[in-house]
Each structure stands twice: as structure tokens, then as C-alpha cells.
């Protein structure tokens, strides 16, 4: 197993939070799947996966129907997918995935929770080198399936690590960004259940922090995760 399946086994157990948390974010991705790709999910690759995720989460049906809804409105303007980048302290590189409709609201709150918990917020652009981007699937596992021909299989549609997940009974693929679509049909062509796909930032190098160290930079990026039109955060602290 690599780099990044060793990244997930260190931040699995961070989810989302709670409940509204999830459907918050799902929602959001869901309208902005529906927006660039269609209200339809046959022929919406990634609005189909989401949903399969949404049912894994419990989420209400209405709830994802309204967020598709939300996406063929005349009147709504859509969320804008806006990243910012910048540095806790000790030195530990923090990369911020937004989903908003106000992005001077978001640019303000973000700005802040760095300022006050001794950060920096950085330009643009700035800290992409420090973070491969990858497509995350999570797929069920199939009986009598042989994983070493399985990740041979996959090579030719971009899937660089391939783990296994025993307490869940699923398989997770890391692949490179630009060959999700390629992967997902190839998945769902040969009748695998995709649970979730995920578009995650791998830290090219990690940064060892003393316990109390750990903490000051958790309690900036649970700040961060708590504001409303953040979609992800990932950082490159080691375990």
C-alpha cells in the first residue's frame, strides 16, 4: 500500500461531523454535479455517484432532489468552487475546498480563522505543489475477486494505489484527477458498487508535530471545517 491509502487509514475516522454537517456538503456538490453535468443521473456520471453516496449517508430523498432542483432554477446563480491556501502555525501547510454564493463573506471568515489562531492566509495558487490531487473511489468488495489482477486491470485507467478496507468489506482506489470519468465507467461497466467518490489532496511530504503542536493547528482547521461554505480541508501534519 502507498502513500495516499496510508493518508486515508490516518483520516478516516475524521468524518464530516454530524449529520446536517454531511448533508450540507453533499447537498452543495450535488447542485454543482446537476449544474455542469445535468439534472439527469443516467447520463450524469458524477451526479449518479453522488447519490449512491447520499443513500450510504441516510440522506432524505427530498433533500437530494431539492439540491438538483436548486441547479435548473433560471434564477440561481450557483455556487463558485473557490480554494484558499495558507500556513498554521508551525509551519504545517493548510489547503481550503469552498463551495459559495458570497465568496466576499468567505474570503473574510476564512482570512480570520487564520488570523486568529496564528496562521497566515496565503495567495492562490501558493501551496498546490505541496498536494497531489487524486480521485478517490470506495467500492464494495466482491467475493472470489483477485486483487492483484483486479489493480493490473485498473493501471490502464489511471488507479496508482489500490487498498483494502477489511472492517468495511470495501476496496478504495486512488487514481490520477483526470481519469475519473475513465474509472467510473470502467466500474460500473463491470458491475462494481461504487459507494463514494471523492476528490482528495495528497500531501507530497508531511510535517511531525509535538502532541501539543497538534493541537493548536487542530483547533484552527476544526474552525475551519465548521464554517458553512467549506468542503474540505487537508493539510500536510503527519499522524
Same mark, same amino acid.
Given at each position: 500500500m502507498g502513500r495516499a491509502f496510508e493518508?486515508?487509514?490516518? +483520516?478516516?475516522?475524521? $468524518?464530516w461531523g454530524h449529520m446536517a454537517r454531511t448533508f450540507t456538503k453533499l447537498g452543495k456538490e450535488i447542485t454543482i454535479a446537476a449544474?455542469?453535468?445535468?439534472?439527469d443521473p443516467d447520463s450524469n456520471p458524477r451526479l449518479r455517484t453522488l447519490i449512491q453516496q447520499c443513500k450510504k449517508e441516510n440522506m432524505p430523498k427530498d433533500n437530494i432532489d431539492r439540491a438538483i432542483k436548486k441547479a435548473t432554477d433560471k434564477s440561481y446563480e450557483g455556487y463558485k468552487e473557490i480554494n484558499y491556501e495558507g500556513y498554521g502555525p508551525h509551519g504545517i501547510a493548510i489547503f481550503v475546498e469552498t463551495a459559495t454564493d458570497n465568496n466576499? $463573506?468567505?474570503?473574510?471568515?476564512?482570512?480570520?480563522?487564520?488570523?486568529?489562531?496564528?496562521? +497566515?492566509?496565503?495567495? #492562490?495558487? %501558493?501551496? #498546490?505543489?505541496l498536494f497531489d490531487r487524486k480521485?478517490?473511489?470506495?467500492? +464494495?468488495?466482491?467475493?472470489? !475477486?483477485?486483487?492483484?489482477d483486479l489493480?493490473?486491470?485498473? !493501471?490502464? /485507467?489511471g488507479v496508482e494505489?489500490?487498498?483494502?478496507?477489511?472492517?468495511?468489506? +470495501? !476496496?478504495?482506489?486512488?487514481?490520477? /484527477?483526470? #481519469?475519473?470519468?475513465?474509472?467510473q465507467k470502467y466500474l460500473e461497466d463491470n458491475g462494481?458498487?461504487? #459507494? %463514494?467518490?471523492?476528490?482528495?489532496?495528497?500531501?507530497?511530504?508531511?510535517k511531525t508535530l509535538t502532541d501539543e503542536q497538534r493541537e493548536s493547528v487542530q483547533k484552527l482547521i476544526d474552525r475551519i471545517e465548521e464554517d458553512e461554505d467549506v468542503q474540505n480541508v487537508f493539510t500536510n501534519m503527519a499522524d
Open positions: 493518508y486515508r487509514k490516518a +483520516t478516516k475516522l475524521k $468524518r449544474r455542469e453535468g445535468g439534472p466576499m $463573506r468567505t474570503v473574510a471568515n476564512i482570512r480570520s480563522y487564520f488570523t486568529k489562531h496564528g496562521g +497566515t492566509l496565503g495567495t #492562490q495558487g %501558493s501551496l #498546490q505543489f480521485a478517490c473511489f470506495t467500492i +464494495t468488495m466482491k467475493d472470489g !475477486i483477485d486483487l492483484d489493480e493490473l486491470e485498473l !493501471i490502464d /485507467f494505489e489500490l487498498g483494502v478496507d477489511e472492517e468495511e468489506n +470495501t !476496496i478504495v482506489l486512488y487514481a490520477a /484527477f483526470d #481519469q475519473a470519468s475513465a474509472l462494481f458498487e461504487i #459507494q %463514494s467518490c471523492e476528490f482528495v489532496r495528497i500531501p507530497n511530504d508531511t
